[in-house]
């Protein structure tokens, strides 16, 4: 079946620009993460999602970072007021289910560059 | 909170060699453990993970890990490398025992000589 889509793959913003990046998980899955990725970097976790719920958004690293997914489906990642420093690959998954030993599957990224 | 270290950055083999990928990690009890491999453009895709019992897991494409708690390690292994394996290696563990949201070392970029 399909696996977890992103877009847009790649997106250039001045600084001072807004953005949104969009995730479309694998149908059914209840866990939704977003983590960033520093150029040379593993990924780092941003915010987690179960369902329609944001569990988790301890890494959101400033207020200008605001995810949502209102019918528990799609998900999107706003950055407002891009800075140089939130340029990265910002990448999304998905799990079946609430556990820990659950896979989480990865979409491609958004590779974001800010000028 | 849990911790995972990956001493490599980048480790260059020859087309047919073994190859080691080494992995630590900090938890006092017994962790998850997860590998994830992520060629450029793509995505990360789960290699094999480890939750318990059988200390050699199998995982796809050839791969194999060894969990070794005397050594706090999870070192990924493959008995002969393939062109195609040339790509960014990241051993994962969750934050906190039994949560989803998992903490990445900084990976080990795999370059295959031919």
């Known amino acids: 079946g399909a696996g977890v889509s992103q877009s847009p793959r790649y997106k250039v913003a001045k600084r001072g620009q807004d953005v949104a990046l969009r995730c479309d998980p694998i149908?059914?899955?209840?866990?939704l993460f977003w983590y960033q990725q520093a150029l040379g970097q593993g990924p780092e976790f941003l915010t987690y999602?179960?369902?329609?719920?944001?569990?988790?958004k301890s890494g959101l690293p400033s207020d200008r970072f605001f995810a949502e997914r209102p019918e528990g489906s799609v998900s999107t990642l706003k950055i407002q007021r891009t800075q140089q420093e939130d340029s990265a690959v910002y990448l999304c998954?998905?799990?079946?289910?609430?556990?820990?030993?659950?896979?989480?599957?990865f979409g491609p990224g958004t590779r974001l560059l800010v000028l | 909170a849990q911790s995972v270290t990956q001493p490599d950055i980048h480790i260059t083999v020859s087309e047919g060699a073994s190859l080691e990928l080494r992995c630590n990690y900090s938890?006092?009890?017994?962790?998850?453990l997860f590998w994830y491999v992520q060629s450029p453009g793509q995505g990360l895709q789960l290699l094999l993970k480890?939750?318990?019992?059988?200390?050699l897991v199998q995982g796809i494409k050839g791969f194999e890990a060894e969990f070794k708690r005397s050594q706090s390690s999870f070192n990924l292994r493959k008995p002969s490398v393939h062109w195609s394996d040339a790509a960014e290696y990241f051993c994962?563990?969750?934050?906190?025992?039994?949560?989803?949201?998992?903490?990445f070392g900084q990976g080990t970029r795999l370059t295959i000589n031919p």
């Open positions: 998954a998905s799990s079946r289910s609430r556990t820990g030993r659950e896979t989480q599957y």
């Open positions: 149908s059914g899955h209840v866990s």
């Open positions: 999602f179960q369902n329609e719920a944001q569990l988790d």
């Open positions: 938890y006092g009890a017994t962790p998850y």
């Open positions: 480890y939750f318990s019992g059988d200390t």
């Open positions: 994962a563990v969750p934050v906190i025992q039994g949560a989803q949201k998992l903490v």
